[in-house]
């Protein structure tokens, strides 16, 4: 990957009214790197893309596009293509017309345009669909169609906005990785707008966590995922079990009677301790950590996620093997006690209110 910046946001803030969408955002984006926005809904994901697209202009703040300012422009003078969730395909016109409609408009020769757009379908794997229509299509081939309309261009920079929110789960995946595959093969620069940390996760190089409008974290998918920044991002990416902890003295947190070390620098008294449900062990009732009551378990193929009760009646989840199960006769109402390694405990400070 080129480590030379293609996309700069710098300072960037929206408002609607009173509302503001975006405050000051910055970040800086790699050539050929392929970037997700995720967040909840209203946390400004798709604000940001139109801003960077030209659909919304900033109240403040600036983009740069390849040491260009486009922060003004509108978009048909900047260099992106985009796909929406809604394909956004022209109805009455073939396969082939929907892709080649931006390359005849440039001016490019019909012919020319028509070889263009087999390559494209070759590339997406829709060979022979040129003189099919979108409604011939199932969601997922008209969503090639509008990936390949929007790279027929040879744009600059690819949008995603929530592409593959409207297709089936089985479809997503198998799609996710085309257009994972296809972005590498090009080595174009791509920003895709999610909801969906799997699909962030599995997808991006690097990922920018939003929340109310503001960055909460950028970072790798490894980083994001064992690292969070804020409690915010522990809780919105992937499964996150927090438990109340009693600050002891330095280097000793308390929950209920189990004590454990910790090497944070901790000011109040109050924390809270975040651990994956992989990263609970559970033993038998004799064991030091903290006794638990089991409640459910799931079976979800390569692990099964049991839920245990607390004293406090608080719900805590935890991932084993059927066999760990069965070996330890894990069965709803069966007593046991949960414990954890103490350098996988994250430490976030209760936030003032």
């Known amino acids: 990957m080129n480590t030379n910046t293609y996309l700069s946001v710098n300072n960037l803030s929206k408002h609607f009214g009173d509302f503001t969408a975006l405050k000051h955002i910055s970040l800086d984006i790699k050539e050929g790197e392929f970037i997700c ?5 209203g946390c400004g994901k798709t604000t940001l893309l139109r801003a960077i697209a030209g659909l919304e202009l900033p109240s403040e703040g600036q983009i740069l596009q390849a040491q260009r300012d486009i922060t003004l422009l ?5 260099d992106f293509g985009i796909v929406f969730q809604s394909y956004a395909l022209f109805p009455n016109l073939t ?15 019909k012919q020319e345009a028509l070889e263009k757009v087999r390559e494209w379908l070759e590339l997406v794997d829709l060979p022979h669909s040129e003189h099919k229509f979108p409604a011939q299509l199932s969601g997922g081939q008209q969503q090639r169609v509008a990936l390949a309309r929007a790279l027929a261009l040879s744009p600059g920079l690819l949008l995603l906005d929530e592409p593959l929110s409207a297709l ?7 799609l996710r990785h085309e257009i994972c595959q296809l972005q590498k093969k090009l080595g174009i620069t791509t920003i895709m707008v999610t909801h969906d940390q799997e699909e962030a996760l599995t997808m991006a190089d690097r990922i920018v966590v939003m929340n109310h409008g ?9 980083e ?46 109050s924390v809270k301790v975040a651990l994956r449900p992989e990263q609970i062990k ?8 903290i006794k638990a009551r089991v409640v459910n ?34 069965e709803p109402g069966s007593v046991c006690t949960l414990s954890w390694k103490s350098e996988d405990a994250l430490i976030f400070e209760e936030q003032a209110a």
């Open 74 to 78: 509108p978009p048909e003078q900047r």
């Open 297 to 330: 378990s799931e079976f979800l193929g390569s692990f099964v996620r049991v839920e245990c009760e607390l004293e406090n009646d608080k719900l805590i989840q935890v991932d084993l093997t059927s066999e760990l199960l069965d070996e330890l006769k894990l």
């Open 224 to 269: 994001i995922y064992h690292h969070p920044a804020s409690e915010f991002v522990a809780d919105f990416i992937g499964a996150m079990n927090f438990f109340e902890a009693h600050h002891e003295q330095d280097g000793l947190l308390s929950i209920n009677d189990y004590k454990f070390t910790h090497s944070n620098k901790i000011s109040g008294q």
């Open 282 to 289: 559970v033993s038998a009732i004799q064991q030091t950590g």
């Open 37 to 41: 926005f995720l967040g909840p809904s």
């Open 95 to 109: 396969v082939a017309e929907n892709i080649a409609f931006g390359l005849t408009n440039q001016g490019m020769k």
């Open 168 to 174: 089936d789960a089985k479809v997503r995946a198998h």
């Open 214 to 222: 503001v960055v909460e974290q950028i970072g790798t998918p490894r």
